[in-house]
């Protein structure tokens, strides 16, 4: 179970994360929504550590996790995959999943034997046979496509094997078509998978449809959490994020 | 069944079948590898034998000596993405060490070559512990930065250096286990056995997991961090390793002169470096080895028909940097890769 509790972060005057407290519990399914510069990411760097929070606890089955490295974070449990997908471009599908999982098998710095170990094989076939990226084994990272790489994002946090999983914007930058069989491969690795997934979505159709669970942040703080219902029907919601939307698609 | 489901099912039947054993794979490349390197040494023990000459002889051990220094560097820049300025502070230091420690305290070579190496161990540890939590050009300047610290210290400290004028009277080379390396012929089976040892074990270390760990680290550093990859660890044991074999480079530089001089710890030696990995290549584990060829064999032709030695090879840099854009070694597999790929393609 991942719990923030009290959490903040400001960058200068500007409140990111603003005593956020929040509960995933094990095996769930939560979407992250909200504005441009919500905190939304924030919250996933205070998460996984990229960015230190200035205060609150991050606790995952009770662990404080909070002022952590990310390796440590990761060693913790909590993998993570970006907006922007952050892939190693020499490297080959098979390459990128072999070293991943040797890293978390802590043979990283092994310099006696030579790559792949053997013993790293079977973990990263499953993830590139859950992720459907069997096929392009042998395509270097840099010259996949664009949901691919995604993908690959995606791979690179799973086939460590994680408790939580955070996916920020695993749809962004795709064509309707490639972003539904993305969002249909996040929502099979939850179920398949049994881990507890939070991921950020700016797209309301796919989050309303496939999340049993909404958080909805706003300047740093919490607006909203609750089932998908709840929150459309949310009066503050309507206001200050699916209320701009509509007035958007009116003036269009 | 889904469509996308019978293709999953399809690429697992496919690939079930062509995976080969990836741990028969690996230790049979071992194997190629020693093979190449048992050839390769018998077949530069055999070139005096065949050629006798000794300018031969000594253009070969001043390949020894910088072949090392210049693949210990590709470790860092291009397996690594750690571009140093300042990488031949530890060719220097090796030169240094083991002149200092022979002169001084009369140990047998192989424990003056091994205490050389600790020193070097513990420099570069300390240098190293500094350095690389800098990125890019700051780890560049700070690196280039402690090598000037370290030539200056061999300048200002006479008493032990001999400051300006290096280490004087020699480097004592007694005999140990029958080897004389005031001999030319053995120091020259030692030199090869250095390098092709040395350059073997450069090559298990890039081919290793951790190899495949510094290549993730070039690569993203910030991602590799993100799969549980001690970033920092990593680089400072990169930095250390690769400073040993310049060092071992500098010790056989050392043997060759029978002294050590500052200009061995200059930041020009660094240049130079990073001049020959450009010539050679750094995608390539052999580029930086072929650019130390080139770049000895430029310096040795180039010296004796003109005194403007530095513009010829600041055209042949813009030719490589400009003109080919990538190392000689880097091109040439590029052209052969495109070749093969072309060929497939036809057929």
């Not at chain 2, 092709?196 to 190899?211: C, D, E, H, N, T």
Request: glycine share 10%; charged share 20%; net charge neutral.
């Amino acid at each position: 179970m991942l719990e923030v509790k009290h959490l903040s972060k400001s960058f200068g005057g500007v409140k990111a994360a603003d005593d956020i407290t929040l509960s995933f519990a094990e095996g769930s399914l939560t979407a992250v929504i909200g504005p441009n510069g919500a905190g939304k990411s924030t919250l996933f760097d205070l998460i996984t550590g990229a960015l230190r929070p200035d205060s609150g606890h991050i606790l995952l089955n009770g662990v404080d996790m909070a002022g952590r490295s990310p390796p440590e974070i990761v060693r913790h449990g909590i993998g993570r995959a970006f907006q922007v997908a952050r892939i190693f471009p020499s490297l080959t599908v098979h390459e990128t999943m072999l070293a991943a999982v040797g890293a978390d098998q802590r043979r990283a710095s092994v310099l006696h034997r030579r790559f792949p170990l053997a013993e790293t094989r079977d973990r990263a076939e499953h993830a590139m046979e859950v992720l459907g990226l069997t096929g392009k084994r042998d395509r270097t990272a840099a010259t996949l496509s664009h949901g691919d790489q995604k993908l690959l994002d995606i791979a690179l946090a799973l086939v460590l094997e994680p408790q939580v999983l955070l996916l920020d914007e695993p749809t962004a930058g795709m064509g309707t078509e490639e972003r539904w069989r993305m969002i249909d491969q996040v929502h099979e690795l939850w179920e398949q998978q049994k881990i507890t997934v939070v991921f950020i979505e700016h797209d309301m159709d796919i989050v309303f449809k496939i999340a049993p669970m909404v958080v909805v942040l706003c300047y740093g703080r919490i607006l909203a959490t609750g089932t998908p219902e709840a929150i459309r029907q949310n009066p503050a919601v309507i206001e200050a994020y699916l209320g701009t939307e509509r007035h958007a698609e009116a003036a269009v | 069944m889904t469509e996308l489901q019978a293709e999953r099912a399809r690429e697992r039947t496919m690939e079930s079948s062509a995976v080969p054993r990836i741990e028969t794979r690996s230790k049979r490349l071992r194997h190629v590898d020693v093979l190449i390197a048992v050839a390769a040494f018998a077949v530069l023990a055999a070139l005096p034998f065949l050629f006798s000459s000794k300018a031969l002889i000594d253009f070969v051990i001043r390949c020894a000596a910088f072949g090392l220094f210049a693949t210990s560097l590709n470790l860092l820049v291009g397996y690594t993405g750690m571009i140093s300025f300042g990488h031949g502070m530890f060719f220097g230091l090796g030169a240094y060490g083991f002149g200092l420690m022979m002169q001084r305290t009369g140990v047998p070579i192989p424990v003056a070559f091994i205490g050389t190496l600790l020193i070097t161990t513990l420099v570069a540890a300390v240098i190293g512990a500094i350095c690389v939590r800098l990125k890019e050009i700051y780890f560049a300047f700070v690196t280039l930065a402690f090598q000037m610290l370290i030539h200056s210290t061999i300048l200002s400290w006479t008493s032990l250096t001999g400051g300006d004028q290096g280490l004087r009277g020699g480097i004592p080379r007694p005999v140990f286990l029958g080897i004389d390396l005031s001999n030319q012929m053995h120091l020259y089976i030692a030199s090869c056995a250095l390098l092709v040892g040395g350059l073997l074990l450069m090559r298990q270390i890039a081919q290793s997991p951790f190899g495949y760990t510094l290549r993730m680290i070039r690569d993203n550093a910030s991602r590799a961090s993100f799969i549980g990859i001690d970033v920092w660890r990593a680089k400072l044991t990169i930095f250390v390793l690769a400073a040993l074999f310049a060092s071992t480079g500098g010790i056989i530089m050392s043997l060759f002169v029978s002294g050590a001089y500052p200009e061995f710890a200059y930041w020009t030696i660094s240049g130079e470096g990073i001049f020959i990995n450009m010539l050679g290549g750094v995608t390539t584990f052999l580029g930086p080895m072929v650019g130390t060829v080139l770049l000895l064999i430029l310096n040795d032709t180039v010296t004796r028909l003109t005194e403007y030695y530095g513009i010829v090879l600041g055209i042949v840099i813009l030719f490589f940097a400009i003109g080919l854009r990538k190392g000689l070694m880097d091109f040439m597999v590029e052209w052969y890769e495109q070749r093969r790929d072309g060929a497939k393609e036809r057929t």
